[in-house]
């Protein structure tokens, strides 16, 4: 459903990802994940057709990239790390404008946008999206997306700026999602997501797969010296020593 | 005092622009804004205000009374109070609005919010920001006043009082009003009600002249008599503009009024500003639930002109070019090869502006527009039709009105299709030129193009204009009755091949270039889908 071989990129010498290699079953939740700076919004970008890979395949939907961009961006969806909208469209204009791009049928798409914005309590549709919050305006990309039912949905970050109950509720669409047969890929820095959710995870880290595989797949990796994803992420990623006074901060707020 | 001096510095360095080329010398960002926003109001008010409103107001200097109008005011009063109040009225709004962009699409605000400042010195230092933006209307305000105190020879301590006291009422009453309507006023409505009034105000002011012209060809006598009916309605005892003209005329009772109605409201603002929630409550929607529109057919064509009629800058550029040439209908002559010629010089260099801002509106949500299953070049491409189709459309409005109006030589009903090209020009070129430099620093409200890239623009899309509207023009003058043109004594075959060849040999220029911006359009688009 994804593949990428020796996917690259590099942006002048700096090699932003290198030499991917990726494969993401048809209905599976895949976690792509890795530290800051570590290449997932770029390999998201190759993904979706929105940069050019310096080398290596993608094929989405059994479609190579870029060279089939418009007919894979018509059946996939993103949702992009910032979800930067036009400030001057009220959210219900930018909905019909997506509507309308991807030309969904009518009643169709009032039907799903009336139950997404249920969920979501959206109720601020016909204000100007410049006056949203961070929040609103991620809950209106995300009605952007789902209202769509794409077969594969790309997000990254998708819980950022969500309120506890509208993270639950995207948890909750995503699995129904997932139970429907749509692919979805996305990238968190909340491990427990990545680790309840997901059938496998792909760590990046310097722009390189460090590993990929299944939750009790990654266990044996670390040769079941670690139990969570958070210390075999740790681990793989090499991300330092955790400094001594924190940890006595946290035993301290413990025995407190 | 110390806070308000460290918010103002941190707010003027905030309006410093990155650059990466250190130059040797250069004035501080700051500085160069105020001269942006008072520079060209200031040449203007002295260029063409001036000259003629000054000798206007001298010779309106005698008492209404001496007339046989029973009034305790001066004919010039009659002139200066709608003055007065209208430019008062709109730095009122444009204050009031510009104070809610100033504190409720700031950045900083939030920031400054969860430090140790008192939120009266936060509201202060925005407003004192927000006057800076309204420098058109202080400047013809108080050059007004100026005007008023030199023409009747009022003392400089009463001109003083009065008009600082003035700026105080203002000041106060547009911050009450700003943090009132901050209740109900979006920033977004704020930030496009604010640039549509900039226009209209620009407009009005530009256009003033045109009135005051012939009333200074007229007797003051004559003037004071016409002017006599607006005493009930603009020199009312209770409008403040009435107690400020009685101030700068040495009236202390009115001074007195005036400034300590300015320092109550002024103070009510303070502390009112020391209550007030930095942040937009957004008013709710009438229902709770939605009612979803559909927009199936043209989505971008109707996003492209929804985001062209929500800023207020883009309106103004839409409708420019109609009332330019209405402006010089007298000039124009009857004719609509000349109002073609306003017309066309106007809208192409719009034209390149317009799509100039609608293709930074999708800069600034990049890479969502990727997203979409739309190439980079249908995008643009649709913004280059919004742009170029609504000119044109007006054109041919236009067009079609005068034709029937002016009856010109039915051969000038054909212009419509140089116009097209010369529009759709204008609108490649602009778009070439941003995309030169995609990654510019589009923070700063309405500049999109360095100065350099502006003179360019005008240069090529106004000078291909100009130049082949003006070789018809001047070809036509041969089929003038009476022509006494230097090649009217030309042989005929000469002057018929001469002008309608150089005519087609810039048109075809054109049409040449035009494809070669697009190739270099399609070019830099797929190095901006590299990056």
């Known amino acids: 459903m994804i593949q990428a071989n020796g996917l690259t990129k590099k942006f002048g010498d700096f090699v932003a990802v290198d030499e991917l290699e990726l494969l993401v079953e048809a209905g599976e939740i895949y976690a792509f994940l890795g530290p800051n700076g570590a290449g997932k919004t770029t390999t998201i970008r190759m993904l979706t057709g929105t940069l050019r890979p310096t080398a290596g395949k993608i094929h989405v939907l059994d479609l190579a990239l870029p060279k ?30 997506v509507a309308g791009v991807y030309r969904m049928e009518e009643t169709l798409y009032t039907s799903r946008v009336e139950e997404l914005f249920d969920a979501f309590s959206i109720d601020y549709a016909n204000d100007y999206i410049g006056d949203y919050s961070h929040g609103m305006k991620q809950k209106l990309m995300l009605v952007s997306v789902l209202m769509r039912r794409p077969e594969v949905v790309f997000l990254d970050e998708p819980t950022v700026g969500l309120d506890a109950r509208a993270a639950r509720i995207l948890k909750l669409l995503l699995e129904k999602m997932k139970s429907a047969g749509t692919t979805i890929f996305l990238t968190t820095h909340i491990l427990e997501i990545a680790e309840k959710m997901s059938d496998r995870i792909g760590i990046i880290h310097n722009g390189k797969m460090l590993a990929q595989g299944t939750m009790e797949q990654l266990r044996q990796l670390s040769q079941g010296q670690h139990g969570s994803l958070e210390e075999i992420f740790l681990e793989l990623t090499d991300s330092g020593e955790i400094p001594e006074w924190a940890r006595e901060n946290t035993e301290e707020t413990d025995h407190a | 005092m110390r806070e308000v001096l460290l918010l103002v510095r941190l707010f003027s360095r905030s309006k410093a622009r990155r650059s990466a080329k250190k130059k040797r010398f250069s004035l501080p960002g700051p500085v160069w804004v105020i001269l942006a926003y008072f520079m060209l109001p200031l040449a203007f008010f002295l260029g063409f205000f001036t000259p003629v409103l000054f000798p206007l107001l001298k010779s309106l200097n005698f008492p209404l009374v001496e007339r046989g109008i029973l009034s305790p005011f001066l004919a010039l009063d009659l002139l200066m109070a709608p003055m007065i109040f209208f430019s008062g009225v709109m730095l009122l709004i444009q204050f009031s609005q510009s104070l809610i962009i100033g504190l409720f699409d700031n950045e900083m605000i939030p920031v400054l919010c969860s430090m140790p400042f008192h939120r009266s010195s936060i509201v202060f230092t925005a407003s004192l920001d927000s006057l800076v933006q309204t420098g058109m209307f202080i400047t013809f305000l108080g050059g007004f006043s100026i005007l008023y105190a030199v023409a009747i020879q009022a003392g400089f301590f009463a001109s003083l009082g009065a008009v600082v006291s003035l700026f ?291 240069v090529l899309t106004m000078g291909f204009s100009g130049l082949f509207l003006g070789i018809l023009l001047v070809y036509r003058q041969v089929f003038a009755p009476g022509s006494t043109a230097w090649f009217s004594s030309w042989p005929p075959w000469l002057v018929h091949s001469l002008f309608p060849g150089a005519a087609v040999g810039v048109f075809v220029t054109v049409i040449l270039l035009s494809s070669w911006e697009k190739r270099r359009i399609q070019k830099l688009l797929e190095n901006l889908d590299n990056t």
Do not use: C
């Open chain 2, 168 to 458: 105080l009422f203002l000041l106060g009453l547009g911050m009450l009003i700003a943090t009132w309507t901050s209740r109900f006023v979006g920033r977004t409505s704020a930030k496009r009600f604010t640039q549509v009034l900039y226009f209209f105000g620009a407009l009005g002011i530009f256009g003033a002249p045109q009135v005051l012209i012939p009333l200074s060809r007229q007797n003051p006598d004559i003037v004071a008599s016409k002017l006599q009916k607006w005493i009930p309605l603009f020199l009312h005892r209770f409008w403040p503009h009435t107690f400020f003209l009685k101030a700068i005329r040495g009236d202390v009772s009115a001074l007195l009024v005036l400034s300590s109605t300015g320092i109550a409201l002024f103070l009510l603002a303070m502390w009112r500003a020391n209550g007030i929630e930095l942040s937009l409550s957004r008013k709710k929607t009438a229902s709770n639930r939605t009612r979803v529109q559909w927009g199936k057919k043209f989505p971008l064509l109707k996003k492209e002109i929804l985001l062209m009629f929500r800023d207020g800058q883009m309106i103004w550029y839409v409708i420019y070019p109609v009332i330019f040439p209405l402006i010089m209908f007298r000039a124009a002559k009857e004719s609509l090869l000349v109002i073609t010629l306003f017309f066309t010089m106007v809208a192409s260099l719009y034209s390149s502006l317009i799509t100039t801002s609608l293709f930074a509106q999708e800069r600034k949500v990049w890479p969502v527009p990727l997203l979409f299953p739309i190439s980079s070049s249908r995008l643009i491409g649709a913004i280059i039709r919004t742009s170029v189709g609504l000119f044109w459309l007006e054109y041919l409005v236009m067009g079609i009105v005068l034709f029937f109006l002016f009856q010109p030589f039915w051969a000038e009903l054909f212009l419509f299709v140089p116009v097209f090209f010369l529009l759709r020009y204008g609108a490649l070129i602009g778009i070439r030129m941003y995309l030169q430099d995609a990654g510019r620093d589009i923070s700063r409200k309405g500049i999109l193009l360095k100065g350099k890239e502006i003179l360019f623009l005008e």
């Open chain 1, 68 to 97: 089939n961009e418009i007919q894979v961006k018509q059946r996939i969806g993103v949702v992009p790390d910032e979800p930067r909208m036009y400030e001057n469209l009220r959210g219900r204009e930018f909905l019909d404008f």
